[in-house]
C-alpha cells in the first residue's frame, strides 16, 4: 500500500486520458533511440511474491532479487526504495545478499529514520525501506539476491482484512529515473522491466489498471492520447483515481500532479472535457505534459496506478512506449565569415568560408551553395552530401580589382530542399569594407646601439595616407640573424594603434639585453603593420656592443672540502678566468665573508691574497683558501662569500660551509686490566662518502701508539671492539680514531688499565659418611695469596642424589672461614650428595670448590632381618639382650667411619 501522505498528497488522481506532446529536440537522441522490445532488460522482483499472515511479533523476510542481467552490461550498485503498510508489516533491518561482491552501503534508511550515511530524504518515511549500494569492482551478471529485509509482523493470523503490498514505489532518483534503479559500471541507469512485487497477509481483490494509447508507433510531433477507461475493479467498484507517470531513458519521471508549483520539471495544465472519457476540465484532473522531457524520441516507460471507490490501490501496470523520429528536412548555413572584412584596399582577394549544416534527420543531397558580391554570383553545383548532424565548409574568393572604396553586402544561401519546411536559415549575409586610402609605416631612427648589458628603442610611427583610418595591429620578429632575438626581450607598445585620417600614430619597439641573453653583434628586426588588406613594414637594427673585459672567479669544491669538524680545517681552490673577448688582464684582490657572524667563527686566509691574469700566458691564477675552525665554533651552515676586486670591477663567488659538532668516542668498559674487551662508540664524524660525489673514509685505530684496527666509515657512527693489549698498569692510556682525510681528525678517549686480579681460592671440608636423620657440616674457606679473606658473595649449593638442589645459609666465623650445615631427611636420603661452592670477590678471579658425603643406612637398618631371626630363637628376653648390646656397643648411631676396625 502507499503510504497515507503520499495518497493524501495525491489526490485527487489524474482522470483515465492523458494528452502527450513528443516532439524532436536532439539529433543524438533520434539515431540512438531503438524499441524498447529489442533489448532483453534486468528485472527487480520480491520473492517469495506471497506470504501468509504470521503471527504478531514474528519476523518475516523478503528477497529483492535480480534476474536478466546481461555479462556485457553488469550490475555495480542500485538505488531501491521498498514500501509496505508498517501496521501490518513493519520493515526492521536488511541483510546484503552475495549478488555483489566488495558492496558498500551508502544510504540505508529505514522508516524515516537514517541507519547509514548523511540522511534521509523526502520520500523516506513509515514503512519505507531505502537503499543505496555501489561497488567499486567488477560488479555481476546474471541472477541473484541484491538483500533481504526483515519485517515484524504486527497482526495475528486470524485477521482477514489484513494485508500489505510489498511493492516498489515509483519515487524519483536524481536525473535518471524512478525507483528501483540499476546502476553499470559507468554510473549510468540501467534500462529496466518493471519490476516485480510481492504481497503479505489475505490480499483483497484488487482493482485493475489497464490502458492504452494512440497512435500505437508515435513520432516526433506526435500527440499521443492515453487512456485509462480499460481500468476496472473485478467486485463491481468504481474507479475513481487514475496517477500516471512517464519516464525516458536517463531523464527525470513527470507524473501527473507535481508535489509543488515551484518545481518545473512537473507541469499540469488544463485540458478540455473528452466525452465518453469523463475528462474534467480543471488542472487536478486532468494534465497536459509539455515539459522538456517528454519531448525526446526514443524509449518510454507509462505507468498506471487507479484507485477505487473504497480507497484500494491496484497493482502498477506498466507499458513501453516507442516514440520514433520524425523526418526532418533542414539545410541551414550556420557560420559565414570573411577575410579581411574591413579596410580592404582594391586589388585586394578576400576569401569567404560558407559553413553549412544538416540539422535535419535523413541525409542531403544534390544541394547548391552560392555566393552573391557585387556584379558576379558565384555557385558550388550539385553532388554535396550531408549525413545528419555533419557540416561542410564551402570557401569562395573575390579578387576586389577596380571594386569602389565603399560598403558591400555580400550573401551565402542555400536553396531550401523538397518538403524543407524551416527556410529562415537558408540565407546569410555579411558587411565587407572597401577603402580607397592606405597607411605608411617608418622607424626613428633604424640604427640603435646599445650596452652589451643594456636597453634600445625605436619609434615606429605610422601615417594615414589619403584619408585612411582605421585600427593597425603591429607585430615585430627579427629577420636575417643567426641568434634571433626571443620574445621576452623584444616589446612593441602598443601592439595595435588607431590611423585617425590625415594624422599618424606612434609605437615603441624595445630591445632589452640585460641579461646578457644575446651575444653581440647586428640584430634586424621587422615591423609589420596591418589593416584589413593593407600591410606595410619597416626595419629597425640594433647593434648590441661587446662588453669590457671582465674576469670570473671559478671555485673548486672537493667531494667533502666544504664540510669540516669544529676543530678541523679544510681548504678551497679560487681561480681567476675570463671568458669572453677582450680578455681580462690585471690583477683581482681576494677578500671574504662569513655570514653569520659568531664568536669563534670560521677564519679564512688566501695564499696568496692577489692573483692575476696576462695573456697570452697566466701569472699566477689561482689561489688556496683555508678555513679554519676551533673546538668552540658553533657548528652549523655558514655562507662563505669570496669578492675579488679590480679597480671598479666586482665579482663575487658563494659556497656553503657545514661546521658539523667535535666527533665523540664513548668506552664501555672505561676499565679494565689487560685482555678486557672493550667497545668503542664513535659518533658524529665526517663521511663524505654519503654525498652525490662519494669516496670511501677510513679510520685508524690505537691504543696509545699500538694500532689494534682499520676500518671504513659506513655512516657519520660506529663501534669498534677490541682487547686491551699489554700495557703499563694503574694509569690512564689513550685511545685514538684517526680520520686522516679529507679532515685529519684525531678523537680520543682515556681509558685506566687495572692491575690483573688475583685468583680466589676455595677448600671445602664435609663428613664423609652420614646416616638418615644426621646433620651434615660444612666448612669453607676463602683466601687470596694465602692469606684468609672474607669475600663479597659466598654460595654453598647441595646437590642431592635425586638430582635436586637446594642452596645453604653459610654463615662467617672467622675471616675466610664459612659454616653451612643440612638435615639429612629420616627417609629417603640414601645415595651421594654433592656440594659446590662459589666465592665471589670484587676485584679479583672468582673461585669455586666441590666436595661430596656419602649417606648410608645404620647397623639395625641394615641388620633387621637377623635381629627379627635371633628374637625367634631366644625369645623376647634374648632379643632385648642382644639390642641392649647393640646399643651399648654404639651400633645403632655410629657413623661408618667411627667403627672400629678388628
Known sequence: MLRGDRISSMRPFLTAVLLVSVMILSLSAIHSAIPVHAVRAPTVSINPSSRPLASAGSTVTYDVNVSNIDPSNPVAGWTIYVESNSSVLNPVSITLGTFLSGAIEQVLCINGFAVVGPGCNIDDGVGIVHSEVYTTGSGNFGNGTLFTISFSSKVSPTCTACYSLVSFPSFPVGDVGVSPVLYDLAGLAMLESPPVGGSYGNIPVLPIAEFTWKPLAPSDGDTVTFNGTSSHDPQGHNIVDYAWTFQQANIPPFYSLPPTPSDNHRICTPLPDFSPFNVSSTCTGSGDFGSRSLLFAGNWTVTLVVRNDQGVLSRSTTHFVYVAPKRVVDLAISNFTASPINNIVPGTIITFKVIVQNLGTIPATGFNVSLSVPGNVYLVRDNNFLSPGSGQSFMFTWNTTGIQPGSYMIHARVPPLVNETNTANNDAYLTVMVTG??????????????????????????TSLNGFSGTVALRAMTIGVVYPIPVNLLTLSPGQVTLPSFSSANATLTFSNLGQALPPGFYSV???????????????????????????LLLSISPGSNMVVAGGTTTIGVQLTSFSYPYFNGNVTLTDQVSPIVSNGPTLLFSPKQISLTYPGSENPFSQL???????????????????????????????????????????????????????????????????????????MTFDDQLVGLFYLQGSSFNFTFDVPHAQEGIVHQIHAKELYPSNLDVQAGFLVLPEPIALSVSVSVGTIYFPGDTATIFAMTSLAGQSTTVSSLQVLLIRPNGSNITLNAVLISPGVYKASYAVPATGSIGTYGMIVKAYQVGSVNGSALASFEVEPTWLQSNGRNVIAATSLVGAAGALGVVALAWRNGYFTRRKDEFLIP
Do not use: C, W
Not at 437 to 462: E, H, N, Q
Not at 675 to 686: P, R
Open 526 to 552: 621587422n615591423v609589420n603593420g596591418t589593416s584589413g588588406s593593407a600591410s606595410h613594414s619597416t626595419i629597425v637594427t640594433f647593434d648590441v656592443l661587446p662588453p669590457p673585459p671582465d674576469f670570473q
Open 437 to 462: 586610402g592606405d597607411f605608411g609605416i617608418r622607424a626613428s631612427p633604424t640604427f640603435v646601439t646599445l650596452p652589451y648589458a643594456g636597453v634600445g628603442s625605436s619609434t615606429i610611427i605610422m
Open 626 to 700: 683555508s678555513i679554519s675552525t676551533t673546538a668552540l665554533t658553533p657548528p652549523g651552515n655558514y655562507t662563505i662569500t669570496i669578492i675579488g676586486t679590480s679597480g671598479t670591477l666586482v665579482h663575487t663567488a658563494q659556497f656553503h660551509l657545514v661546521v658539523l659538532p667535535p666527533p665523540f668516542l664513548a668506552l664501555n668498559p672505561s676499565s679494565g686490566s689487560v685482555g678486557t674487551k672493550v667497545t668503542v662508540h664513535g659518533s658524529g664524524f665526517l663521511n663524505p662518502s654519503q654525498g652525490p660525489y662519494s669516496y670511501p673514509v677510513q679510520l685508524e
